[in-house]
């Protein structure tokens, strides 16, 4: 198939002032064969009436009670009917090739699972470029994002082959990183090689509520979480276990070091005191 279907999955949740213009950016794009699937996540503003104005035969959308961006994905997940899946939050938006680029990626290498390409951070009107992140990874990605180099993650930002979902979903009870162990989780299999294009694919909304909301706790607990989840996977070393604790470690020690939180600081360094050094919890991360 020289076509194939292409789902973007956006959940939404109060996002009545950006939804308009990430909803654009899909319809914009230079690839038509697709289908956009909203899921609004029990919106309390007008998100819906926004998302109402639409009338495109490509746009599906479905509403459920708010319970969290990952039970939304799950909800496009299960509905999905593309061979190939791209994520998009509400606030963000697609660039108009960033869809063809890839695809011309998959069409002449087909055994490529992932295609990811650079992203633009903007101000809250889009108008004004803060930052690049350009990927510069090929390979099977699973060691290097649990390596958190920043050369293949930034965000539920990549181009996969659906026929990799299977039984994989977002993990709906945590709040933090679930994106990062979702694509731990696709990473598996020995084959599933990640390639990246210069190109920039994705302008990143950077606003008051595009923070990472809650504590750091909420962090913490997410690298516990993915800490716990891997223990038993045999296709990583111990070392790269170890490794990944003493990353996520560092990182907790200095955020909340930065944050004033020295007593949980404190408690990092004593939790982690057996099998880390201070060096360890100092590493730049």
């Known amino acids: 198939m020289n076509n194939p279907l292409l789902s973007v999955i956006m959940p939404v949740f109060n996002g009545e ?46 509403q459920q009670e708010n319970n969290g961006v990952s039970a939304a994905r799950n909800v496009g997940l299960a ?19 960033s869809i063809q680029l890839r ?4 069409a002449e290498q087909p055994d ?21 992140w350009t990927p510069k990874y090929y390979g099977n990605p699973l060691n290097d994002l649990l390596n958190l ?9 990549w181009m996969v082959r659906s026929e990799l979902i299977k039984g994989v979903r977002f993990r709906e009870e945590m709040t933090h990183a ?5 694509y731990l989780e696709l990473s598996r299999g020995a084959r599933n090689t990640y390639k990246c294009i210069s190109e920039v ?33 045999t296709e990583l070393s111990k070392e790269a276990k170890r490794n990944f604790r003493r990353k996520t470690a560092s990182i907790m020690f200095k955020s909340y070091i930065s944050n004033g939180e020295i007593s949980n600081a404190i408690k990092i360094l004593n939790q982690n005191k057996q099998s880390l050094s201070i060096k360890d919890l100092l590493i730049k991360s």
């Open 103 to 106: 695809m011309n990626v998959f």
């Open 178 to 182: 679930e994106d990062l162990l979702f």
């Open 201 to 233: 694919t994705l302008k990143y909304r950077v606003h008051a509520s595009s923070a990472m909301r809650g504590s750091l706790h909420k962090q913490e607990a997410g690298y516990q979480r993915i800490l716990t989840e891997i223990q038993d996977w």
């Open 17 to 62: 002032k950006y939804i308009a213009a990430a909803i654009q950016s899909v319809l914009n794009q230079s690839y038509d064969n697709l289908e956009l699937l909203i899921i609004n996540d029990g919106s309390t503003d007008s998100s819906q009436e926004v998302i109402s104005t639409f009338d495109d035969s490509r746009i599906r959308c479905f």
């Open 112 to 132: 490529i699972a992932f295609v990811d390409g650079a992203v633009e951070k903007v101000n809250a009107s889009g108008t004004t470029l803060l930052s690049r």
């Open 79 to 97: 509905a999905l009917s593309g061979e190939y899946l791209v994520c998009l939050d509400a606030d963000d938006m697609l660039t108009e090739d």
């Open 149 to 157: 180099t920043g050369h293949s993650f930034f965000g539920p930002s």
